[in-house]
């Protein structure tokens, strides 16, 4: 399985961005999704997931400011931030689990 995900971009503080997670294969629907941040000359941290059936569980920073979801017919995941910090600033990963398999980041850029 193949992950892709996409939608970074550079955003004013206080905006929204919706990030895209898209796979190929046909194990997507059986898997979780995780993401994950990571800032510059920090280490990957964990923002939130999804399960097969759509229960979600975020990291506190996040809390009540990202919503995940998913749809399994297009094979794809979303992550909708809202209200943006700078402190956002990170390349944002996927993975699936228990297949393992990671995406390429997403740069997201929020500026002061």
């Known amino acids: 399985v193949q992950l892709q995900a996409s939608g970074g971009g550079l955003v004013q503080a206080g905006g929204s961005l919706r990030l895209s997670c898209a796979a190929s294969g046909s194990f997507f629907s059986a898997n979780a999704i995780y993401w994950y941040c990571q800032a510059p000359g920090k280490q990957r941290e964990f923002v939130g997931a999804i399960t097969r059936g759509g229960i979600t569980n975020y990291a506190d920073s996040v809390k009540g400011r990202v919503t995940l979801s998913r749809d399994n017919a297009k094979n794809t995941a979303y992550l909708q931030m809202n209200s943006l910090k700078p402190e956002d600033t990170a390349v944002y990963f996927c993975?699936?689990?228990?297949?393992?398999?990671w995406g390429q980041g997403t740069l997201v850029t929020v500026s002061s």
């Open positions: 993975r699936l689990l228990p297949l393992d398999s």
